[in-house]
């Protein structure tokens, strides 16, 4: 059984089958999650569509290989198209940013966030 209980790998759907949703979020990385999750409570029927499925599989990622004809772009390996996306780059973990980073972000002079 899969740890997500309503998680239904879209190539086990059966063909012209029609998926029933008020909002569809397209995208199941950082973003698409967190809003799947903020809207879950809502008594919405909510999709959150991912290309691939709950691992990585080198034949899905395949899907993402692009011919870059600008400006040169290394595309490899920058995106992931499973569940979590990017974010299982970095093991989907984040950590509290200090005072001081939160500070500079928001425009303060010094990290401190006093005025010079």
Do not use: K, Q
């Not at 959150?48 to 772009?73: C, K, M, Q, S």
């Not at 290394?74 to 950590?95: D, K």
């Not at 001081?100 to 401190?112: D, F, K, P």
């Amino acid at each position: 059984m899969s740890r997500f209980p309503s998680f239904r790998d879209a190539r086990t759907v059966a063909t012209g089958s029609t998926i029933d949703a008020e909002i569809c979020i397209i995208g199941g990385g950082a973003a698409g999650i967190a809003l799947a999750r903020a809207l879950a409570g809502t008594g919405r029927r909510i999709a959150l569509l991912e290309t691939g499925g709950l691992n990585y599989e080198a034949d899905v990622h395949a899907l993402g290989t692009i011919e870059n004809v600008g400006r040169p772009y290394h595309t490899e390996g920058c995106r992931l198209r499973y569940l979590g996306g990017t974010t299982n780059h970095w093991a989907a973990t984040a950590c509290r940013c200090s005072r001081a980073i939160s500070n500079i972000a928001r425009g303060s002079r010094t990290a401190a966030g006093r005025s010079t």
